[in-house]
């Protein structure tokens, strides 16, 4: 341990979704990689319980350099209603289904169907009061809304983003940094449907993180097609934003401090952090990944 070093890895991919205060009606993002989606991201890679004490991993000074911030893009999704096909496994943990799915496949039809093969018309809706079996530990639902909902859910589109974890330990970060090329778990931006593409980790680099992002050029864009000429990236100052290791006066901390992950959401706390204009110096080294 002589100084600190830094982590760099590359997020990117068609959509990213970094949720800060999303509920299940509403599903934000923010404008930038979370510290708490990018720890439990290493935490997949490294195929950490979820339960797991985060420890040294959550310790790290998280920055995140936005060369390319994307655009916000609304999805119109609806959920529930409609004809929904009753399986094995819905009848097993469901008691809501069980009890309403008896009376259609056992009493009212003289001839069921196989088994899994019964259907209700217009019963599937979103569960609610989602909760773990104290027996099983498999999640059940304590009510079923049986009419559609409509939510809406914000992605970032197009966007790259340069993350780095500064810690003093090199070892630490090279373990990371092999776990997010080789995952124990499967990966994504924020959101089961953002899976990252190309290169994650860019290696471990001595320095602080905004010496990290001086000296690195901007993370190439995807690649042209039909001809389109390539994104200028020259006199570019993007922003970064850098953790404070404590609280900054005037500056409204982020609630995305990961504790523990859990079932139940996992527990996050405060923490603050400094907006930078970075000028990228001339001499800053390029890349050579797979976009």
Same mark, same amino acid.
Request: positive net charge; proline residues 10%.
């Given at each position: 341990?002589?100084? #600190?070093h830094?982590?760099?890895?590359?997020?990117?991919? #068609?959509?990213? /979704?970094?949720?800060?205060?999303?509920r299940?009606?509403r599903?934000?993002?923010?404008?930038?990689?979370?510290?708490?989606?990018?720890?439990?991201?290493?935490?997949?890679?490294?195929?950490?319980?979820?339960?797991?004490?985060?420890g040294?991993?959550?310790?790290?000074r998280?920055?995140?350099?936005a060369?390319?911030?994307?655009t916000p893009?609304?999805?119109?999704?609806?959920?529930?209603?409609?004809?929904y096909?009753?399986? #094995?496994?819905?009848?097993?943990?469901?008691?809501?289904?069980?009890?309403?799915?008896?009376?259609? /496949?056992?009493?009212?039809?003289?001839?069921?169907?196989?088994f899994?093969?019964s259907?209700?018309?217009?019963?599937?809706? /979103?569960?609610?009061?989602?909760?773990?079996?104290?027996?099983?530990?498999?999640?059940i639902?304590?009510?079923?809304?049986?009419?559609?909902?409509?939510?809406?859910?914000?992605?970032?589109?197009?966007?790259?983003?340069?993350v $780095?974890?500064?810690?003093p330990?090199?070892?630490?970060?090279?373990?990371?940094?092999?776990?997010l090329?080789?995952?124990?778990?499967?990966?994504?931006?924020g959101?089961?449907?953002?899976?990252?593409?190309?290169?994650?980790a860019?290696?471990?680099?001595?320095?602080?993180?905004?010496?990290?992002?001086?000296?690195?050029?901007l993370?190439?864009?995807?690649?042209?097609?039909d001809d389109?000429?390539?994104?200028?990236?020259?006199?570019?100052?993007?922003?970064?934003w850098?953790?404070s290791?404590?609280?900054?006066?005037?500056?409204?901390?982020? =609630?995305?401090?990961p504790?523990?992950?859990?079932?139940?959401? $996992?527990?996050? =706390?405060?923490?603050w952090?400094?907006?930078?204009?970075?000028?990228?110096?001339?001499?800053?080294?390029?890349?050579?990944?797979?976009?």
């Amino acid at each position: 341990m002589n100084g #600190p070093h830094v982590l760099l890895i590359r997020l990117a991919g #068609p959509l990213q /979704s970094w949720g800060l205060t999303g509920r299940f009606a509403r599903r934000d993002t923010h404008t930038r990689p979370t510290k708490s989606g990018v720890i439990g991201l290493c935490a997949a890679a490294l195929g950490l319980p979820r339960e797991e004490p985060l420890g040294e991993l959550a310790e790290t000074r998280f920055g995140v350099r936005a060369d390319r911030p994307g655009t916000p893009l609304r999805d119109y999704h609806t959920v529930g209603a409609g004809t929904y096909p009753l399986r #094995p496994r819905d009848l097993l943990t469901d008691h809501q289904r069980a009890a309403k799915a008896t009376p259609v /496949s056992a009493r009212e039809t003289s001839q069921p169907g196989p088994f899994g093969r019964s259907e209700l018309e217009a019963w599937y809706g /979103s569960p609610k009061y989602v909760t773990a079996d104290p027996t099983s530990g498999a999640l059940i639902s304590g009510e079923v809304r049986r009419h559609a909902l409509i939510t809406e859910r914000w992605y970032l589109a197009d966007a790259t983003f340069l993350v $780095g974890l500064e810690h003093p330990d090199a070892a630490l970060l090279n373990r990371i940094a092999y776990a997010l090329e080789h995952p124990k778990r499967l990966l994504w931006l924020g959101r089961k449907a953002c899976p990252p593409s190309g290169d994650l980790a860019l290696g471990v680099v001595p320095g602080t993180l905004r010496e990290a992002f001086e000296t690195h050029a901007l993370l190439p864009a995807a690649p042209c097609y039909d001809d389109e000429p390539p994104t200028p990236v020259t006199d570019v100052r993007p922003w970064a934003w850098i953790e404070s290791p404590r609280p900054l006066p005037g500056i409204g901390p982020l =609630s995305d401090q990961p504790i523990r992950f859990g079932a139940d959401g $996992g527990v996050h =706390s405060l923490r603050w952090e400094t907006r930078h204009r970075i000028t990228i110096a001339s001499h800053a080294r390029g890349w050579d990944i797979i976009l």
